[in-house]
């Protein structure tokens, strides 16, 4: 294993522990959010703080990014496999991905519109 694979090799390790870790504090908690959502809130407070991305992370994060689509497969298992439940409550699955969806745009734009606004400033 060439040096570089390794770094990418171990960021992965670390991205997997770290949703362990978030996984278990959110159980141990009795939180009422997905770990996944408190694992992104973490991890973007640690980036915030740091002010930059260790190039393990960067090429890790990157490998991600490339097979990003790879990760929608379980969700299309889960929507083969709760078909007769999804016929029953697709009003209100289709008006939550609508909203959801929106707002998500909502919010993005919002994010982009302040980060330009303060990089404009600098």
Do not use: K, N
Request: overall charge positive.
């Amino acid at each position: 294993m060439s040096g570089r694979s390794r770094y990418v090799a171990v960021a992965l390790v670390g991205f997997v522990l770290f949703g362990a870790i978030c996984d278990a504090f959110v159980a141990y908690a009795h939180l009422r959010f997905s770990s996944a959502v408190l694992g992104m809130l973490v991890l973007l407070a640690l980036l915030a703080v740091r002010r930059r991305i260790d190039p393990p992370l960067e090429r890790a994060a990157h490998l991600l990014l490339r097979w990003f689509a790879l990760l929608f497969v379980p969700a299309c298992v889960g929507v083969m496999q709760y078909g007769t439940l999804l016929a029953h409550a697709w009003l209100g699955v289709c008006v939550t991905l609508v909203l959801s969806t929106l707002i998500g745009i909502a919010v993005a734009a919002a994010v982009g519109t302040a980060v330009h606004r303060r990089v404009r400033r600098a």
